[in-house]
């Protein structure tokens, strides 16, 4: 059933004209400008697409995006898919699985995350360098998931360390500072206690988020390198908690985001 759902998207896709993406990107919370950049061929919503889950939070556009982006031929989700919308783990990732149906040979994930290192700042950018799944789940825990490939995918490392060194070298010649850590994903849409921030900096987790894990896992069972960078929008220090504004998280996202940007620019064009 799985299997047909996913032929049944793909088929609608190819038929619209979206044909061999070489390069997947999903961009995060306030992270959609990068859509400026690209020479775009095909813009879809995702409730035109057969089968394909509807964004339903504010910030996320909901969209589909095929073009030409540094060179190379992208496909871009503009808002993603969490657990806290009530969809489940087959659904969050059912992007990345149609993405990789279509062709993609890489995947580059971005994300906005609250810093749990104290040592890193509002505004700053964290490649992902490992993870911790708070979520309960697997994305690769159902019924005749070894259809799609191996259910018990090897995550010794999860991030290609080869993207990875591309980005830091990249980040060098720009001067943009870039923190290298672990990201926690939790299932949200509450944002942690004082008692859970603590958990977390015991864990030595440096950024927590409510996304990227799931694609992550996908993306290592079907075999395709990825990479995700975090922008971080707040700092959870249990000592000194503040209230959370989620309209001021999404203004450090914007005013962060042309640093993600650069970045992504100039790594398309090498990988």
Known sequence: MKQEQLNETVAFLKAVGITQPSIGIVLGTGLGKLVDEISIEKEIAYSEIPNFPQATVEFHSGKLIYGEFSGKKVLVMAGRFHMYEGYNLWEVTYGIRTMHALGIQQLLVSNAAGAINLTYQK???????????????????????NTFGPIFTDMLVPYSKEINQKIKTIATAENIQLHEGVYASVVGPQLETRAEYRMLQILEVDAVGMSTVPEVIVAKQLNVPCAAISVLTDECDPKNLQPVDIAEIIAIAGKAEPKLIRIFKELVKII
């Open 123 to 145: 505004g700053d950018l964290m490649l992902i360098e490992d993870h911790l799944n708070l979520q309960g789940g697997s994305p690769i825990a159902f019924k005749g998931a």
